[in-house]
C-alpha cells in the first residue's frame, strides 16, 4: 500500500492524505512512546515523495481504545502527523486561478455519540475502553455545538467568502450500503448529522468522507445536483 501510495504521490502532488480513522488495530496506542507510531506510519508511509506529504488525522473507535492524548501529542513530534485536537477543521486552495477555496471538517465520530441520551450510552461500542475527557456528554455537546457553530457560519456567508466546497470527515458514514451491525447511539448520530449536512448542501455544495465499513462508495443524495 505504502509503495503504491508512493508512486501517486510522486504524479499527484498531493498537498495532503486525509486519514480516516482506526489508524492503530486494535487498541490503538498506550502512550507517546508506542513502537506503533515507528511501525505502523513513521517507518511505513516514508517513501519518496509520500515522504514530504502531511497526513490528517481523523480519528476512530478503534483509536478511542487507546490513548487519545498520545495520538495528539505525536503532532508536536512528527512533522508528517497532523492532529491538533479531536477534531478540526482548515482551508485548502482550490486548484487553478479560481482563487477560491474548499472547507475540510474534520470530526469525530465517537466523541458525537458523547451527547446522545443516557440510555443509550452503556451499549455504545466499545464504551468499556473510552475515556471520558474525549466521549462523554460534555465532549459530544461541545463538538455538536462547535460544529452546528461553523455550518451556521457557512450558511452566512457571502458569496466572496463561502467556501467553494465543503468536505465533511469522519470515520464512521451517514450513509452505507455495507450490511454491519450499529448501535443505536451510532444510528443517532448518524440521523442528526445527515440532516446537517443536506441542509449545508443548501448553499455549498457537500462532500462527506468516511472510514470503518472498509468498502468503497460512492453515494449520493437523492436532491443533490
Known sequence: VAEAMADLAAGLRPAFVLSLGDNFYVRGVKSLDDAQFRTSFEDVYDRRALAEVKWKITLGDHDHRGNVTALIAHTRR???WELHAPYYSF????????????DVVVIDSVGLEGDV????????????????????PA??????????????????????DAPALLIIVAHRPVLSNVNRARTEAELVVEK?????LKAAAATTPVLFVNGHDHAMQFLQEPEAN
Open 117 to 136: 441520551a443516557e440510555e443509550l450510552q452503556m451499549a455504545r461500542r466499545f464504551r468499556e475502553d473510552y475515556t471520558e475527557e474525549f466521549v462523554g
Open 139 to 160: 465532549a459530544g455537546n461541545a463538538q455538536w455545538s462547535w460544529l452546528e457553530g461553523l455550518l451556521e457560519q457557512h450558511a452566512k456567508a457571502s458569496v466572496a
Open 91 to 102: 482551508q485548502v486552495a482550490v486548484p487553478g486561478d479560481s482563487g477560491r477555496h474548499a
Open 78 to 80: 512528527s512533522p508528517r
Open 192 to 196: 442528526r448529522l445527515r440532516g446537517l
